[in-house]
Each structure stands twice: as C-alpha cells, then as structure tokens.
C-alpha cells in the first residue's frame, strides 16, 4: 500500500515570494508521482506529473517538482508566487499506469498582497 | 470539449434518508473513478469503473455505497441509507489514456447529512 504527506496544511505567503510545498511518500514499489492543484469552488486540475526519465518535471505556470527517490520526496516549487495562486495543492501517487490515486491530506496555499 | 460534469453540486439530506449522485465523465472515456474527501482528510478512493465493468472497487467503505455505470457512460453513486459520517466532497474523475494516466476531475457533489 501507498501513502502520502504533505508536512504543511497551510502556507501563507507573500505575493512575488517563493513557495515550497513537501510531499513525501511511501511505497514498496515504483510509483507514479503527481500534483494536483484546486482553485475555489473548481474541480482538480492536473499540475504536474513524474512517470520517468528527468526527475525535475515543470508546470506551464511556473511551479515544477523534483523527484527524489532516496527520499521519497515529490517537493512542488515556484519561484516567485501570484495572487492567482491561491488554492489547494494536492501531492498524489500511482502505482501504475490508470490505478487509483492516492493523495496527500493537501496543503492551503494563501498568497497576500 | 466538455470536461466532468456532476450533479448535484450540494445535497443536504436527513440521516436514514437516500442519495444518488451522477457523474458524466469526458465524452470517450473509458476510465471512470470516484473518490470522497470527508471533512479536514485526504481524498480517499472509491472504486473504478472500465466502461461499464468494475475494474477496482476496494476503496468502497460499506454495502450502503452502490455505484452503476449504465452502458459505459454516465455513472450514479447511491448511498442508502445515509449516515453521518457520509458527509463531504464527492469527486468524480475521468481517463482515457492509461498511460499518461490523467485522470480530469469533475466540481465535486458536497454531500451533507443531517
């Protein structure tokens, strides 16, 4: 069985400032490592996903996450944040190609002004 | 394209009492899945639908739950009775390529029982 955590419940942050959101993970076999990311009263959308080759994966919005499988981390980086940002950020894993997800509890990112 | 689409957004209904939510997945979509976020936990899985076959349906909390995917389309999620604890988000999500493994995610049903 797989399980996921997110350290943080809630990030506040300023905007222009960087974030860092920690995900760690734990599984007996090789996964699939994925964020997912909920802006107010939407749906889930797809970040960004790790299924193989570079270990550092990128967003076209500016986050990207690195893969470090000696420490079972999946950390979600941005530079520098926008008001935009304000969501929830969901780490999630897979054990293989089309199973179940299984998430993180998520972490509430607030971007002030 | 339209993507997943559920319904109702809010349910509020009396403990003892049945639900049923509905989903429609991305049109195409083989793969269907749902999940619950109960109140301050982590989105939990359900089950997951192949067309119309149950494919996966550990995540299943009790025979109250009974999910139906008519003709590989549109899916109904059916609590009866509803308790408590039943209580939270709904999501519902879609695939088509297995690989890649995107699965789109619907608004979700939030589902409270009094």
């Known amino acids: 069985a797989q399980s996921v955590t997110q350290l943080d419940s809630q990030v506040p942050v300023f905007e222009e400032a960087p974030v860092e959101l920690r995900c760690n993970y734990s599984s007996s076999v090789s996964v699939y490592l994925f964020w997912y990311v909920q802006y107010p009263n939407q749906g889930l959308q797809l970040l960004l996903k790790?299924?193989?080759?570079?270990?550092l994966v990128e967003s076209i919005n500016g986050f990207e996450a690195e893969f470090n499988k000696s420490q079972t981390s999946f950390h979600l980086r941005k530079p520098s944040v926008h008001i935009s940002d304000t969501a929830e950020y969901f780490c999630a894993v897979s054990k293989a190609a089309g199973n179940k997800l299984t998430f993180g509890g998520g972490t509430r990112v607030l971007v002030k002004p | 394209e339209a993507g997943v689409t559920q319904f109702p957004s809010h349910s509020v209904i009396e403990k003892g009492q049945t639900v049923t939510l509905r989903c429609d997945p991305i049109s195409g979509h083989d793969n269907l899945y749902w999940y619950r976020r109960v109140m301050g936990k982590e989105i939990k899985f359900l089950l997951h639908?192949?067309?119309?076959?149950?494919?996966?349906e550990s995540g299943m909390p009790n025979n109250r739950f009974l999910a139906e995917r008519t003709g590989g389309t549109y899916s109904t999620l059916k609590v009866q009775p509803a308790e408590l604890e039943d209580s939270g988000v709904y999501f519902c999500a879609s695939s088509q390529d297995l690989y890649y493994n995107e699965q789109f995610f619907g608004p979700g049903t939030r589902l409270t029982v009094l």
């Open positions: 639908f192949v067309k119309e076959s149950k494919q996966d």
């Open positions: 790790y299924l193989s080759g570079s270990t």
